[in-house]
């Protein structure tokens, strides 16, 4: 890869996590990455793994092909979105309830979705009288 396309790659990356309101530390944090990896990622001195740079496109909200070659356009049209298996999944979902709950979700910002969820399993684990699945607070805590 040129240095031309990789600075161009670093600043795609920037634009997208900019665009998604999201922090070096915000983003490292949803990707299970070193907030360095971030900053080097957007400072030209590497490059994330293809994985890491779909999971960053899927987070930010942008077109995988724009965020890794430039090339498309930087946010999926609105007919492209209707086609996606996210959409698809949201049509099937019967109960007025969890569409509800799902469509809360997708609208929220990236940054609050993973507090969202932990939400929700709490208060589902509170009422079952099961444990919650992960929380946040345990993955700081070692545990």
């Not at 001195?45 to 995988?64: C, E, I, Y």
């Not at 070659?69 to 999944?89: F, H, I, N, Q, Y």
């Not at 469509?103 to 939400?119: G, H, K, Q, S, T």
């Amino acid at each position: 890869m040129s240095q031309d396309t990789t600075g161009a790659a670093a600043h795609r990356i920037r634009i997208a996590r900019r665009s998604a309101a999201l922090s070096q530390a915000q983003l490292a944090l949803e990707l299970g990455v070193q907030r360095s990896a971030v900053s080097h990622w957007e400072a030209q001195r590497g490059k994330p793994s293809a994985n890491n740079l779909r999971q960053l496109a899927l987070l930010t909200g942008v077109q995988f092909e724009w965020l890794a070659t430039g090339r498309g356009p930087m946010t999926p049209s609105a007919e492209s979105l209707l086609d996606s298996v996210a959409a698809v999944d949201a049509v099937l979902v019967d109960d007025p309830q969890e569409r509800r709950l799902l469509n809360a979700f997708r609208d929220a910002p990236v940054a609050a979705r993973l507090p969202l969820l932990e939400l929700a399993e709490q208060l589902a684990a509170h009422r079952t009288g099961r444990r919650p699945r992960t929380t946040l607070g345990a993955a700081f805590e070692g545990g």
